[in-house]
């Protein structure tokens, strides 16, 4: 389905762009994304337990660093997506990166490590040990690539929205765990257990957690001043933090259900009103089954609004699709121009009957010819007596209404539900006088059909 | 009321379907209902307490099993429904009833207490009695029966969301306090108690609650990893869950408002407009009482509205139930055909008079009769100095208005507020050229009234 | 301003009715209250604590006995509101009590104190002292009188929901905390103070809010099988209505906020498209400016929906008080009738202009007059070069446009934020249609104009 | 941009007013801001800890005295804004100021400290030392300034009430943790330190915090029923509040999301309805992607939408800014007036065409011109196989058709997302017969084309 897009943007000679949604680049900013995530989570950690400043770590941080120096010569490359179209001026990349997250990107690819080592100093011991948590500056730029997830719609928004808020809590529970342990906060007294780098992080993220979702066991509660201050500030942005998970949740839940309360409002305020009149039992549930029709099958919208939302093109299309093989059968058509189709198609009006209604009356005069959309119609005679046929999906009836002024020689009546279009009479004529060789056409078969009924 | 639903689907010839809502199979969905219910409390608990694992467990078990396996086969000769018809093509059924909850079904009917016995494994001493909460599966089909519980409306959907939530919820604390007690967690010493596996369950189950509900007392804490780290989880969960609680409740309560919160929103903007405006507090009072009226006999909506949205059919029925014998009293009308009535009945329009409202004044030219829905007038000369009648609910006035142009003989006043039908004689007359018969009548009638008026 | 009510409701002979809004009724209401709120206070209390069972408040019982049969015989006699009237058919309003309250009312009502006495038990020792909470049912029916104080709009509605939450919640903790008692729940050792009831109860209640909050210090936790039942219960009740609470809030905080939040979005859409459109800042500020001021002086609403939306009589009474005397005063309008003035009156269309607008141009083919409502304007010569005059709120211009079709003679414009009515010349001439006397008058007048600038 | 405003607003020889808005004003209002929160701080911390009571403080004490009283000076001559405009009035600024915070005001300024001393009472002894809280009544006034700086819109409206509502429960948090010193609360036993005012303040109010937040650690818990009554008193603050914060936080939340989630709701009601009908995916694809571009751009709404809303003159104003250009370049509106410009400029109606929709198809019966505003169309011949040109932003096309009724002479496709503006004939011509000089002129171009073609 995807059209598979260019890697590179032709630029009029210039060196050529990345283009932002090619594979390369989204696979590159999945790697960026693993890597930060595994910086910001060990950072801390070699902030706190000097032990696991290991050479391994080394390398890795230099590797963290090179892509964080390459990603932002990458960025200055890419094209930006500006309503829908990519911009390839690099003036204006350039400018919006720089405005957006240059400055965070550039402070977290600072090679740090390399400066203490060139300087001979011991980071471990010093307060320079401090300066990897620069690394985790990068966070701020990732969340470009969390919403671009988002956009590329591979998830359900409200899910997406989801999944970032844990994300982030989990990040800001690690950090705030790696805080408590910093200020060597108390540790609930664990039997035959050496306090391990492990179960020293554990205890502080399970404090944290304690705090965050306001349980607060208290087996672990501050014991001096700083650790005082600290739980009172983790408290306070716990408490909003719960707030703002609830709040949202609250809010996905709410959006989930719009349409749905929507229309239970409006079968409440037809209830209300069907029981302040003292409608009949049986009135009130046939109308209750309408409703719940409506629901079942279009959530209560109507097709003739969701069309009129569409621009032109759009809208032929759709309505063609619908209607066009329907409409191709009905032997007046026959010779019309596929212009004329078009346009017939375009003035169909959605309708919708309830099991038992009587859409054509037989002996009335006619003004309108009907195409079964979904469901089923009976024909029958003047009282009803005799059967004659049963229409379904893809049939029409009462076309001879377009072209002659007779009463109607059928009652029609809907079996369920039924989804009609509605072609009337005036619309008809409307259009044909803008077709005047199809005019000739149908004028003629009028006149075989006046003959036929013995009206001339 | 409700009729009698055939259990069988007579389906030309091949084996018959069962009727998705016939009694038999609700039933069938009750006791399934209750049976998973039942296992799905004592599986973890007979994983935990191995003493349980008793003769009459395991007949209970095999029970189980075969109501799974019954219910399998049951599911593919039973007719589901879609946009509220019953489909009774085999393979649309079979095909959705795999895509959703077949494999679920199938893991769940599992003999796995059959393998072990065939294989003489003690089950008791071995991992494999993990297998037994594979039963817990058929929780995911249940689910379509509560929301089937749902759609038949045996209770209010607000309600029925509420009981879904706290039955998930209570579940959920079982299973999570049966993890507890799985990775033995701490107990708190209760004097004189010897730790049954009641008392033990009882404990867990009491530490769960005060972990989900963010309550936590701290009595009772983890103190290994295996228990922080399970710990943590719960209180995650407990959080997102207590979260979800609320935004479920904030949601049904916005809901349970709409209707009013948008007419005291309405009832707000006058409120503002009148005190912006100085308007006199007696009048503000009567404006305001209006209002109040409004809500309390409609819930703030218009009847025409309400009408405007049904189908034709529902529409004619609903106007004929209010209307017709009031019509059908009006002497004017005495002779007109059905057809007729019902055109008029289609062409009333709802209006609201307050008390005190002139709804004619002596002298004016008349152009339009009402009719008294709900509510008294009083009738008055010109100056209201003399009070002629009082009609009240079912009666009308001013039908000479559609026969004749002359002065109104009378002043009508509401007495309290009135609800009334207008018909306009513009009205009256556009629909009288559709039944020339009845115009020559009326032509008549209004040629007698001429001449008792004196006016030829 | 409010009616004194008569307290007896006449009804053709038969024992009058009590009329359910005079002060009467409302005073006695309020001692129902009173008592009820008292016994249920004291009864858990006296279940709990037999020692509190003395002859006080034994007479206290038999009181409280006495007023709700009495309450009960009074409820038969009342009338009963809908849809804001009294009804007073003594067999509507009997069904009516019988059908919501009198079964709790006469269960209240027992006088099973006196049994005790009667039959010789010694109630304090047996079951039979539960029985004393049998009047608890009372508070079912005291939710009629709360919800009538919110009726009768002596505090505003949100105000009063909060109320009553907070009331059902110190009642429900009430309850819960005696029950914490009677189960025999742990206490804290408080240093030097003898276990009171006083002091048990104090505890009790602390550890009830403790749960009920989701706080959960852990100070007081349960010890024994049926505690832990008991709190698990509490837990679940206190997280539902803690949700409930914070439920009822966030929806009272949405509610306040609708028409701004409305109107901030409006606002919000406008911004959007100013800044799409790259318009200039000092036009968007003009623009933020102009709705600052609609927020402002009328919530973001029209005049003119407003008044669409009230019933006729209303509508006149409103607009009369709003320009009547305006429009008297302007020459045109000196010989005209009442009722032509009404009529004017009503077809009066407000519109705005912000400061700067030309309302009137120079040389320009009039056809309306205006009425300024709020606001000043100036009338300026052709270039607006010359300063004619400043014309502020009740006065009006443009009336010529209305007889003759001149040019403009003067430039009026809009010198802060302007309310006018515009009062159209099509209008105008179809309202004097119906007034052929007033319409000579007017006619004359054109002719005096006409001459007057030598037109004729 | 912003106009500097003068101090003082002279009145007509009377001692001149301030204006509300100066920069004086502002100044002396952030002082008083900072003042008033000093003195909220340290006056209950001077209650509790009487070795705060120093001369500095009483130096402090009486600044801020002298400051309130002087501020209560300024307020009687400042002016006040009614509807966005200064009242001068002194009467009316009185009396508002009196009926909302003179009291207020007059309480915190009085100088209790001085009457301790001219009475030779040692206050820090009495009761009398409680009268220092006075100053806290200052607090309801500061609320105002709070207000204003809301409305002078230097932060975002919902941040503004985010750090509202921090400040206010900071400070709440504050007063309850200096009542809980007061009455003499437990402390924790913290090893090491001597019982500091500070580690006694920062215990009360980490034990505030924990109980606010309900995450109630439990190690410090009351002990006396004092404490007992004070802290279930506390707790249902707490839940108030914290409740209260939900609440916010989630009405904050849903109206960010308010216009996102009414187009989200649009969307999917037509996923619904393109799924119910089968339409084809890529059909799906591009409807979809449709709507992304109208939120992308315009945030869903329509520009003819919000151009409606605006006054006369303003809308005028953006219409002229946003197309007068594109206009006077059309050769055929060479001579015309700037009045003829305005008019055609605000009939202009926006229309957005999807990519590849045909604007403009080669042979039709045209009867509209195009502007182009922003896109790009294609310019092709009969059979779209021969092309002539690109059309962009600012260009037009179609311009023949209002003055002939000939044939398009080409077809126009749009080649991505097009908004164009389109001016219909019968618009033009209806302007046309206003302006007859340019009539004249257009007839004449309409001549000399007509020659051109060859139809005369």
Known sequence: MKIPINTFIRNNGQIPL??????CRVVWEIYVLIITITITISAPLRVIFLELDTTLLLVCDTIGMLTYIFDIILKFNTGILQHLEVVTDRRIIARQYIKKYFLWDIIAAIPFTWFFSASGMESANTLFRFFILFRLFKLVSITSTLQRAHRLKFIKPAFARMILLVFWILIAAHLIASGWILIDGPRKEITGIEPTPNSIYLEAYYWTVTTLTTIGYGDITPETSTQFIYTIVVMLIGAALYGFIIGNIANIIANIDVA???????MENISTFLQYRNMPKSLQNRITKYYDYLW??????????????????????????LNRNIIERVPIFKNASPEFIREIVMNLEPVVYAPGDNIVIYGEQGSEMFFINIGKVEVLNEDASIYYATLTSGQFFGEIALLLSTPRTATVKAKGYCDLYKLEKKTFDSILTRYPDFAKDVEKQAEDNRRKLGLT
Do not use: M, N, Q
């Not at 990345?18 to 594979?23: A, E, K, V, Y």
């Not at 749905?260 to 409006?266: D, L, M, V």
């Open 260 to 266: 749905k309360s929507k229309f239970r409002e409006r």
């Open 18 to 23: 990345i283009h932002p949604d090619c594979l």
């Open 296 to 321: 079942e099958t279009r959530r209560g919208y109507e097709e003739s609004e969701i069309l009129h939302d569409l621009p032109a093109l759009l809208k032929t299309e759709v309505s063609l699709f």
